[in-house]
């Protein structure tokens, strides 16, 4: 059978021609001069002089002119041709550009013509369809139809920085990290360089940012003689573009926060001022709620803005969209606006305040704890105190009697503990409960609890070395022990920021990022320290926010930090290396106080608070993932009881900017109990959100952010230029959406390539039936002649 089909498929491969020749004929002036005269002057010789009735003599003659042709012709060698040839349908290559910049949605603004002749040839609306699924349309809509009417193979090919057979236009997914336009030309010629190509046709946006040049391109396909024809693709006017690039927003917050984001606005081709607007949306459609604006300058370089929504989100997973209207004239819109998520949570941060004695930095703080808002929750326990002193607490919480020591009292009613100057092995007159809860402490961190270490002058750090807690502290202390402080104490002196232009949360006293800065550094700003706990360094992986302006550590080379945090793995933790905050009341009251602690509270605590439900909490690697990149989502699952969960899968559920609902089962990690994770991969840019249900309600979500490749996204805007030289170089035509109807001329069809295979001369004068006509000729005169008596 299959020989057969093979058989037939040759068998219409080929082509058969028949054809008449005279193989010795002489020249066509030597017939009509010479042999034909000839010819007529012998017949009328012999019969001029008969005495024959005219017609009769005519006919005679006619018979003689007759065998002396039938003569001239078997003397003119006549032949049958016969040739066998192989048929070759022309052959099309159509080069469909399948990088990530063809996602973008052009607004052709401005061009009514232009936008009404895209819809009528696709039946699309051009301003809100990718160019990917223009491109994809027109092709077949358009010149698939065409290549069809004219009986040329088509071959489809995707490119980006390679380039693939495409046998479905739907896999075509515009994923690609790069436009290699002229290595995708110089391929698809090099591999049918043996094949009956007639044209290549290219639909692209143009925008080559790899791979061999397109002018090196073109003129190797100028070489080979085949036209290349492009079709650009998007909104050829120069480009005018709003953008709006998210710098910074946080991803949690609590109820009453204020919540700051950092935005970049840049302007391509365009100068002007616009309205930066910050908005919350409301559920999953598109309708916002206006929280505040401010003006900027769009420029080529950018400008850094800064917009701060006034307390007053509502709980829950909340939408924000930062954008700036489209300019006059703008080219592509999908660009103006960023979205995120935040997730604002109605839970109270609740804290556990211990120290040794009753130290200012103590009474500071337990103070300012006691007026906080509804949001926290506190208790203290001083260790100094006398049995029956009552110790402090929120208004409607007991005092505690003694410090929890077991890890089920830490994770069921506590967020945060904070350590002073305290000595875990005096937490009680029992060791083992000072061994309990130094081991509670540790499991509490484990579990998602937030941990801070602040210095003081007798036990911390000191006094946890070889301990269980020595391994939550993010700095390490040197082997020989914590070495003591060795300045001056009547010298003041002013932290240093690890990162002035870009300061971590809980050092954010301002919107502004400068005003920061000059209060942690400068004179006139907050009031400065007299001693601090010099330790080794910080532990790999931890970070450091402050450090010493002046001393440096002389095993390290490094400046001593001040400021440290850490993860450990789910918990966060810190290391204040100072002792007096309170002093920063001077000058600003309690407000820059109150704000520290809160953003280092808040920070500690959100390791728990996020999820919405401490026992869950789902994270992606990243914020932020290029389109081609798998996303990695991680899950914490504890049990009722607080323990690693143990169940086999995890459900995670996601959605992407086109609303559409996934799921995602996430597998149960090996190295690590209680931990999930997956991975999934995307078809377009865009906020997406991933998320845990417990019992039908949302208990834990992320969200991560799908972009462009950087090369993709640097500059998105069609490039017409490139693909007119790309055609004229090789004898092609350029063409746009609106005006692929020229191409119609290009492919007029009949183009097939023909290659003899044999071929055979069959003589026609060698055969009886020329003889016989030719004695029939002959003996027709001669009986004729007899009949009018002629010799």
């Not at 491109?135 to 009417?149: I, N, Q, S, W």
Request: hydrophobic share 40%; aromatic share 8%.
């Amino acid at each position: 059978m299959i020989a057969l089909l093979l058989q037939q498929a040759a068998e219409q491969a080929q082509g058969l021609d028949e054809s008449f020749r005279l193989l010795d004929m002489p020249p066509a002036w030597v017939v009509v001069l010479i042999v034909l005269p000839l010819f007529a002057a012998v017949t009328w010789i012999g019969y001029a002089r008969e005495s024959v009735s005219r017609p009769m003599r005519l006919f005679l003659s006619a018979l003689r002119v007759s065998a002396f042709l039938l003569l001239f012709l078997v003397i003119a060698r006549p032949v049958v041709v016969e040739r066998r040839e192989e048929v070759q349908k022309a052959e099309v290559v159509v080069l469909l550009d399948d990088s990530a910049s063809m996602q973008r949605k052009d607004a052709y603004s401005g061009g009514g013509d232009v936008r009404a002749a895209i819809a009528n040839l696709t039946g699309l609306s051009a301003e809100g369809t990718s160019r990917l699924d223009l491109a994809r349309t027109a092709l077949e809509r358009v010149l698939l139809p065409l290549f069809e009417k004219g009986d040329y193979e088509v071959r489809t090919f995707a490119f980006a920085e390679s380039t693939t057979p495409l046998d479905d236009l739907s896999a075509a997914s515009a994923r690609g990290a790069g436009t290699h336009l002229g290595d995708a030309v110089s391929q698809a010629l090099a591999a049918h360089r043996s094949r009956p190509v007639t044209d290549v046709v290219v639909l692209s946006d143009g925008r080559s940012n790899g791979g061999l040049p397109v002018l090196e391109a073109a003129r190797a396909a100028g070489a080979t003689g085949v036209p290349v024809h492009t079709v650009v693709i998007g909104d050829t006017r120069p480009e005018r573009n709003a953008i709006v690039e998210l710098v910074e927003a946080p991803s949690d917050a609590l109820e009453g926060d204020e919540l700051a984001v950092i935005v970049r606005v840049v302007g391509r081709g365009v100068d002007e001022n616009v309205r930066v607007l910050l908005e919350e949306l409301e559920g999953d459609g598109d309708d916002a709620r206006l929280l505040t604006d401010e003006e900027a300058t769009l420029s080529g370089s950018g400008e850094r803005v800064v917009l701060v929504a006034p307390a007053g989100v509502r709980a829950g997973e909340r939408r924000f969209r930062v954008s700036v209207p489209p300019v006059s004239g703008e080219t592509m819109v999908d660009d103006n606006f960023v979205e995120f998520i935040v997730h604002v949570s109605p839970a109270r941060m609740r804290v556990l305040l211990i120290d040794g004695y009753p130290r200012w930095e103590y009474r500071f703080l337990r103070s300012m704890l006691l007026r906080a808002d509804k949001n926290i929750e506190f208790q203290s326990y001083l260790l100094s105190a006398t049995r029956d002193f009552p110790q402090d607490s929120s208004p409607h919480l007991p005092p505690l009697r003694e410090v929890p020591v077991t890890r089920d009292e830490l994770l069921d009613n506590y967020d945060v503990v904070i350590l002073g100057d305290v000595n875990p092995n005096k937490i009680s007159p029992d060791p083992m409960r000072c061994e309990a809860f130094m081991n509670a402490l540790h499991e509490f961190v484990e579990a998602g609890g937030g941990l801070l270490f602040q210095a003081g002058e007798y036990d911390n750090p000191t006094a946890y070395r070889h301990t269980p807690l020595e391994e939550l502290l993010p700095i390490v202390m040197d082997a020989t022990g914590v070495p003591a402080f060795e300045g001056d104490r009547r010298t003041e002196f002013r932290p240093l920021l690890e990162e002035p232009a870009n300061p971590h949360e809980i050092l954010r006293l301002h919107a502004d990022p400068e005003v920061t800065r000059r209060l942690w550094e400068d004179e006139g700003g907050l009031r400065g320290f007299y001693w601090y706990q010099p330790v080794k360094r910080a532990k790999p992986g931890a970070q450091v926010l402050l450090h010493h302006p002046n001393e440096v550590n002389r095993q390290t080379g490094d400046p001593y930090p001040l400021l440290v945090i850490g993860y450990f793995p789910a918990g966060r933790t810190m290391f204040l290396a100072v002792d007096s905050t309170w002093m920063w009341r001077y000058h600003y009251g309690d407000r820059y106080h109150e704000m520290f602690w809160r953003n280092a509270i808040r920070w500690l605590a959100l390791g728990r608070l996020k999820s919405g439900d401490r026992r869950f909490r789902l994270d992606a690697d990243r914020a932020a993932f290029d389109l081609e990149d798998r996303i990695s989502l991680e899950a914490r699952v504890l049990d009722e009881d607080f323990r690693p969960s143990e169940r086999q899968l995890q459900k995670v559920w996601w959605r992407g900017p086109d609303g559409k609902t996934s799921e995602l089962d996430l597998a149960r990690a090996t190295d690590r109990l209680g931990v999930y994770r997956g991975s999934l991969q995307v078809e377009r840019p865009g906020l997406y959100r991933a998320w845990i249900e417990d019992g039908g309600k949302r208990v834990s979500a992320t969200e991560f952010e799908v972009l462009l490749p950087s090369r993709e996204n640097e500059d998105p805007s069609p490039d017409p230029a490139t693909l007119a030289l790309l055609a004229n170089r090789t004898g092609g035509r350029a063409a746009t959406l609106a005006t692929l109807a020229v191409l119609a001329e290009e492919f007029p069809g009949g183009e097939e390539r023909r290659e003899p295979i044999s071929s055979s001369l069959e003589d026609i004068w060698d055969r009886w039936a020329t003889l016989l006509f030719a004695l029939a000729l002959l003996a027709t005169e001669w009986v004729l002649r007899k009949r009018v008596e002629l010799v």
